[in-house]
T-cell receptor
Framework: DQQVKQNSPSLSVQEGRISILNCDYTNSMFDYFLWYKKYPAEGPTFLISISSIKDKNEDGRFTVFLNKSAKHLSLHIVPSQPGDSAVYFCAASRGSNYKLTFGKGTLLTVNP | KAGVTQTPRYLIKTRGQQVTLSCSPISGHRSVSWYQQTPGQGLQFLFEYFSETQRNKGNFPGRFSGRQFSNSRSEMNVSTLELGDSALYLC????????????FGPGTRLTVT
């Protein structure tokens, strides 16, 4: 049972344009969400997070939006850069249980 | 400051054998979590240790076990290896037990033949 879903296995965008990565979840008890970025041969790196009490969190070029009613979150990268090319994982957690449930990831390719 | 270290980086074992993987956290980090990454299932949580105690456990069979030492280093063990255990095993560390923001190591690539 996939509680966190990233339905797009891959996404390709042009340098300078916006990248939008999507994530859906089924467990309404999730109340904290994170995005990780992973380069080949490296472990995932924390990127940005959002609590369920917010609907938007911004950090430089990265913005995460949360739509609780739709159980959907998205990561916007503006402007996209070739160095952003990586696999992006969405993760969720609930309550005092800090165990992270991950999606399967989306491979983002930013073309120069 | 040095990052999370995992050893070995690559390992090949045969079915039925057992394997032990090691994770050394960032200095000052006391929580260690283990994840299994496979192409079909993505990243799946195995277990979390803090102060030498297992705090959380994922849905994996008892063949998967772990422990944490007083210096916060952690090991995970898989006994009676199966072909399906072939995966990238990642450990993630954080300063406290109650932290969402974890720092991952590069992983150990285990291949079971």
């Amino acid at each position: 049972d996939q509680q966190v879903k990233q339905n797009s296995p891959s996404l390709s965008v042009q340098e300078g344009r916006i990248s939008i990565l999507n994530c859906d979840y089924t467990n309404s008890m999730f109340d904290y969400f994170l995005w990780y970025k992973k380069y080949p041969a490296e472990g995932p790196t924390f990127l940005i997070s959002i609590s369920s009490i917010k609907d938007k969190n911004e950090d430089g070029r990265f913005t995460v939006f949360l739509n609780k009613s739709a159980k959907h979150l998205s990561l916007h990268i503006v402007p996209s850069q070739p160095g952003d090319s990586a696999v992006y994982f969405c993760a969720a957690s609930r309550g005092s249980n800090y165990k992270l449930t991950f999606g399967k990831g989306t491979l983002l390719t930013v073309n120069p | 400051k040095a990052g999370v270290t995992q050893t070995p980086r690559y390992l090949i074992k045969t079915r039925g054998q057992q394997v032990t993987l090691s994770c050394s956290p960032i200095s000052g980090h006391r929580s260690v979590s283990w994840y299994q990454q496979t192409p079909g299932q993505g990243l799946q949580f195995l277990f979390e240790y803090f102060s030498e105690t297992q705090r959380n456990k994922g849905n994996f069979p008892g063949r998967f076990s772990g422990r944490q030492f007083s210096n916060s280093r952690s090991e995970m063990n898989v006994s009676t290896l199966e072909l399906g255990d072939s995966a990238l095993y990642l450990c993630a560390t954080s300063m406290t037990a109650n932290s969402y923001e974890q720092y991952f190591g590069p992983g150990t690539r285990l291949t079971v033949t």
